[in-house]
């Protein structure tokens, strides 16, 4: 297949949402790359596919980076495609890793083990921009993927901060990935990524110090566990799991995929994935509107500017609402 | 002393400005009130004092309601203004006690008990706005507190969710109080409260079951500081006192005011003072220019309009970007 221009081609480029909406993976890929730049033209064609859009079942996977996420997520994919017949969409964003950036080299050795599979589409996310403009072209990458009749989105982050927990609310069930003799660990635990989780799963436990990260993280959900039934009447709660899995052997990888299938049925049974809906949509259209002032705002100041005016405030030579009034006032010339 | 009236006298508003800084209670209230209502007066005044401030020990104490934070708060600030010899201010941040919402009654008991002591100083902050307006009131409040000579400021808030991440934020040192027997407990966990915490404090020490919260902490602090251990080479973080104690009989008020001071010197021996204060006054300048951008726009659009449009992209018919575009339209009109 060419690839074609589509500047000034509009009915082409009408096609080209269609065949991405049927199935067809370049043209879902072009149309990513158009919305990934905020080009107006991916932009509307997101807007035309939005009503598609709704019924895929959006799974974050985070974990510190080292913890053999990316095998994981590839060996999971191929699980909920091969055994439970679902088409699985991943989207890797992984400022730390080969897959982000637009590193094509390490995208293309991943997507070789995945591409003799049609049901099996995979995406990497540059991390150009800020870190709120990533969280927003995940969130419009994945609602490409839905429309686009993908069943299951996996969204794969390195949890380490402020954007992964901004992405993870864009998912219906977060997983969180542990292994092993990571500095990280405790990071992730600090970061309160472990608040995050919908499902626990430590991976390498083919590795003989893996039993004691699992131990660890055991005990802190039964003290939550402990605490909560203390004081709750009802126990109608959803009780996190925690999985040993191997990415490398693959064991364990089974139970993960139905974890989440089970997380899944959870949510629609008792109200929270429309009540999640609900609050996505809110929250999406609060976000966009946020960026969208302080975008324009930021468009007519200089950085330095910015930086010279904070460095005043915190020698006490201005006031946060002088420096404020200074930095609106320079914006309007 | 009589209230005079503030408006169009500025002489005498600059009057109460150096009162204020002087040491004069009740020009600090009338201040503080200003300030809270945003009235531009007080803002204006605060830009005049801000170059005095920076010197005190602002400390976020949180907590679930019913854990006896107030009665500890208090007990604590008698204990820096005797003990200690520390000027004190307390500024009540709680939506769910009596003290906040302007209720004259909780307020007046409270500071009946401290009512005698010229070096304490009490003020409950309202709630009425926006969250993030809660949050800009009481760092302008501490300001205000701080330029008049308190050298340390207690912040006490209920611990429940972003809000009072938020005002942590604006301390140097968070303190986060449990207490056994309350739901909220793991409430408190959920929301991340304990990774925020430098310092931790189990009330009712004198209650039977308070060593089983006390130990169910102490554990997940313990397993924290493991996975630290293996991980880290140097040992030079602050390590998280757990400490017993009860606002009742006033167990362990003496060993909590120590534990505040040494984290107080560790800051500043440490850089951390410095580094902290740098980043709240980006902080500072970054979140009032939001909402400055976010009230301007809030201003020219009514919120039952926001309310539609919101419900439009949850059923699908309208995508979130259509919903801006709109919204962004509606409000230039």
Known sequence: MTSKPLAGRRNLFMDLVHEAAGGNRLALSRLLTLIENQDERGLSTLDTLYSRTGNAHVVGITGPSG???????????????????????????????????GALLGDRVRMRDLAERP??????????????????????????????????????????????VEIARLAHTTVVIEAPGLGDDIQAAKAGILEIADILAVNKSDKPNSAITANALKAMLEIGEELRKTFEENDDHWKVPLLQVSALNGEGIVDLSNEIARHHGWLKDNGVWESRSRERSADLVERLLKERLFDAWQKRIEAKDTEEVIAKVNKREMSPRQAVELLLRSSKN
């Open 67 to 101: 913890s053999g996420k990316s095998t994981l997520v590839n060996r999971l994919a191929l699980d909920l495609a091969d055994r439970m017949g679902k088409k699985t969409a991943i989207i890797a964003v992984d400022p730390t890793s080969p897959f982000s950036g």
């Open 119 to 164: 049901e099996i589409f995979i995406r990497s996310m540059a991390t150009r921009g800020a870190l709120g403009g990533l969280a927003r072209a995940t969130g419009e990458a994945a609602l490409a993927m839905d429309a686009a009749g993908f069943e299951v989105i996996l969204i794969e982050t390195v949890g380490a901060g402020q954007s992964e």
